[in-house]
């Protein structure tokens, strides 16, 4: 009986990958552990081993395909005795759930091999158009009759990264694997080379360390970027990041400028565990003398990294994982800014109010597409800044529905949520036909079981109750 | 930047010493102008601080005047020195006025910081003094990442990043070396070993008592120095300056030195003896040593170094009385230096 070779699953939010390149050919005998092939996955490129003996009897799928989900057949090994004769048609054959060749995933930020069958995988981010709201006021950032270009967050980020550094010498990017490697999750990939390794800097895994020395060299009149693999790592620099970068401005009497952007991918990311799943957005929030920004789709990524990074004081950037591999528009300008502390109604409506920020934006507007369906009109405000944060925008909505509900992904207590409907409750209590409603994380560590994880994480649904609550339906 | 190939230790060597360079009248005269103005500020800074002028946390550089003083003699235009909590010596040495230094102290919108950082935050980028840092060690990274700096700009400027023999246990003083070598950053890395980090003596603190040895597993070269002397701590600082400076990357300095005071002026000084202070004091203070000098070249004569004195303590006065008299911050100072202002 052959043995199916199935499309691996190489990372925890992989659902498809690109077949690069056959290492072997039909007729070739491979022993355990002999590289097969190069899959290129959205983080890397990747080799996959045997993990049967035998001969390779059809090779399935070809050289240069794209978008091989996780499980289909791209090969068959015939074993002692078997000829290609007495292969079944491969191609007849549903995608089965991958086999145990898969490879561990070698990202030290996110080990383990994801499993396509998750519930998590619904909420995965494919490739492919995500929810960007009903075409509402027009950004003022973006001017109009400019060509749009779809865009992934992941390669916005990059390109933003990109633009800086061609037009500032002293914009410099650092961190864990972004260099050689092209990132841990190709956020910084093709940078090394077009801007070489005095520019683009493989750091140690030394968070603490290299923060240090990223906010020196701000000090010392440089303009770093430090990536964080995940924001989970930087609570080891948390120090450097509120006390060296964030006070120092202040305890100086404004002479020590620290021009830096903290940057990573922040919040849950799949099946990964409590100490790789957490979201900073209210830590860092919190803190006077930072600027922190959470976009949701890529035209906001670019265009307040950008910002971020001309910004003379000390910002932290919290992207999100299962956001990277989504595309949306960018417009197509040289010289695409958004400005720092503005949020944008993504979708306009007069019944209820939700805010929400990074990927908890795309679950309220798919909440606001369902209410819709049930005549709710929501209005969904993405706040993109949390520091400073834009309440203006938020109370004028309320003053207009009267309902708000408030998401975020992380933790409920002193959370992104209560600032805002403590600020609502203070500016527009009068116009509050009910109290604010919270969408947050369950009260736990995020557990690792598929069933607990999706438990534990708010998604459209909660939005959608909250909602109904608020207004009483 | 690439991997080193395995080579040679590096480590600690006893052979090479710097080479010690004659000093003349007015060089040794300078060195002791600065090394008392050290004294002789801190000495009214303490005085002050038990008047209630000065609030806080108040750490007072007494004994270790040399360390600052032979190494800011050798540096050059460009650079920099960051050190922590016990800076007010370095701030002086920087070349900021003592009034500015005081005015800090006693929480005043003529100090160095507008009086909003204190005793511990000092900072001048005109004297290119980088602080002035509360936390333990952050310094050393911070440190290196100047020295990032300079060698992205090929500036030619070297950083000092001064901490003690407390901080040098510290986890990030460790990732700074790795980092530090690996890429050959021009840093200093001086570590003042006045042999207690508050009330812990090296030896009950740290596995390795010989600090300048803690390179060792980073292939940086460190030294002994005695911190007491001035004329060695010049030289050898020297000599690690021209080392980070061309292009060998850091060096350690181990400064053997002494505090007089407390770790801070709630002190109880109940970790060491009396004697072991007032011995210190009478047979290695490095100010006494410079002035002996003086006498026996007879570069100067006592009545010479009397008015040197003089001449210091009023200057020192004079700040301590501006530093008093001078207004506090304007209320509207609170909501000042958060974040820079941006044009929208």
Redesign the interface.
């Known amino acids: 009986m052959a043995i199916d070779i199935q499309m691996p699953a190489l990372s925890p939010t992989m659902e498809e990958g690109t077949l690069a390149k056959w290492l072997v050919k039909e007729g070739d005998t491979v022993a355990s552990g002999d590289v097969l092939a190069e899959i290129e996955t959205d983080k890397a490129t990747m080799e996959v081993e045997a993990v049967d003996e035998g001969t390779i009897g059809k090779l399935v799928v070809a050289d240069g395909t794209e978008g091989v989900k996780v499980g289909a057949v791209i090969a068959q090994l015939l074993e002692e005795g078997e000829s290609a004769d007495d292969l079944p048609d491969a191609s007849a054959k549903p995608a089965a759930k991958p086999s145990d060749d898969e490879k561990g995933d070698t990202d030290p930020g996110t080990a383990g091999p994801a499993h396509p069958e998750n519930e998590n995988a619904d909420r995965d981010g494919s490739e492919g158009q995500a929810p960007v709201g009903k075409p509402v006021a027009d950004d003022p950032a973006i001017p109009t009759n400019i060509k749009m270009v779809e865009t992934t967050v992941r390669d916005a980020l990059r390109d933003a990264m990109a633009e800086e550094m061609r037009r500032d010498e ?1 914009v ?1 990017v650092m961190g864990e694997e972004v260099a050689e490697y092209q990132g841990a999750y190709k956020v910084t990939r093709e940078l090394l080379q077009e801007f070489g ?2 520019r683009v ?4 895994i ?1 968070e ?15 303009k770093p970027i430090v990536e964080f693999m995940t924001f989970n790592f930087a609570m080891q620099a948390i ?2 990041i509120i ?2 970068a964030a006070k ?10 620290c021009p830096i952007v903290f940057r990573g991918p922040n919040g849950a990311a799949s099946r990964v565990g409590a100490q790789h799943s957490q979201d900073y957005s209210a830590w860092y929030a919190h803190v ?2 930072l ?1 922190v920004i959470a976009p949701y789709d890529s035209a906001d990524a670019k265009g307040l990294l950008k910002a971020a990074i001309r ?3 000390p910002v932290v950037f919290l992207e999100h994982e299962l956001i990277y591999g989504e595309s949306f528009d960018v417009p197509d300008m040289d010289d695409f800014l958004i ?2 502390g503005k949020a944008k109604i993504r979708r306009e409506g007069s019944d209820v109010t939700i805010t929400a920020h990074s990927r908890m934006v795309k679950f309220a507007l798919e909440a606001a597409e369902i209410l819709a369906g049930e005549g709710i009109d929501a209005e969904v405000i993405d706040l993109r800044t949390l520091r400073p944060l834009d309440t203006d925008t938020v109370i004028e909505s309320v003053k207009k529905t009267n309902r708000i509900v408030c998401a975020e992904e992380g933790w409920g207590q002193h959370g992104v949520g209560a600032e805002i409907a403590a600020a609502v409750v203070a500016e527009a209590f009068d116009y509050l036909d009910a109290p604010p409603a919270r969408v947050f994380q369950k009260d736990v560590p995020l557990p690792y079981a598929a069933n607990l994880e999706a438990m534990s994480l708010p998604g459209t649904e909660d939005v959608v109750r909250a909602a109904k609550a608020v207004l009483y339906v | 930047m690439a991997a080193k190939t395995s080579k040679t230790k590096t480590g600690p060597s006893k052979t090479r010493k710097a080479k010690p360079r004659p000093s003349d009248k007015d060089e040794l005269l300078g060195l002791y102008r600065d090394m008392l103005l050290i004294r002789r500020f801190e000495e009214r800074a303490g005085q002050l601080y038990g008047m209630g002028e000065i609030a806080g946390f108040c750490h007072l550089y007494i004994g270790q005047e040399a360390v600052v003083t032979g190494c800011k003699a050798v540096m050059e235009e460009g650079d920099q020195m960051i050190t922590g909590y016990r800076a007010h010596g370095h701030s002086l040495a920087c070349g900021m006025s003592p009034e500015e230094v005081m005015a800090e102290l006693t929480g005043r919108a003529a100090g160095c910081s507008k009086g909003k950082g204190g005793s511990m935050h000092m900072f001048s980028t005109e004297n290119r003094f980088y602080g002035g840092h509360g936390i333990v060690g952050a310094q050393v990274p911070i440190g290196a990442g100047l020295a990032f700096a300079n060698k992205y700009h090929e500036n030619g400027a070297v950083s000092l990043a001064f901490f003690g023999d407390g901080a040098s246990n510290q986890g990030q003083v460790y990732e700074a070396f790795n980092m530090a070598k690996l890429w050959d950053l021009p840093v200093v890395f001086i570590i003042e070993n006045n042999q207690y980090a508050m009330g812990t003596s090296v030896e009950r603190a740290s596995a390795e008592t010989e600090l300048h040895k803690r390179g060792i597993s980073f292939e940086i070269e460190g030294h002994l120095v005695d911190g007491m002397n001035v004329l060695e701590v010049r030289d050898m600082a020297k000599m690690a300056l021209d080392h980070a400076r061309s292009g060998k990357g850091p060096i350690i300095l181990e400064m053997k030195t002494y505090r007089y005071r407390g770790h801070s002026m709630s002190d109880p000084a109940k970790y060491r003896t009396r004697d072991e202070v007032t011995k210190t004091r009478e047979e290695s203070d490095p100010i006494e040593a410079v002035k002996a000098r003086l006498l026996k070249e007879k570069w100067a004569d006592e009545d010479q170094l009397k008015q040197i004195d003089k001449e210091i303590k009023d200057t020192v006065k004079a700040a301590a009385d501006f530093a008093v008299e001078t207004p506090e911050p304007e209320p509207s100072e609170l909501w000042t230096d958060v974040l820079i202002e941006v044009e929208a």
Do not use: E
Request: overall charge neutral; charged content about 15%.
């Open positions: 002293t410099f390794a005095k800097v493989d750091t140690p030394t603490y360390g290299f923060a240090g020395i990223g906010v020196g060299a701000a000090f010392g009149g440089l120090d450097h006390n060296s120092t401005l202040y305890m100086s009497g404004g002479q020590m400028r006077p003398g600027k910004d003379p004081n400005p720092i």
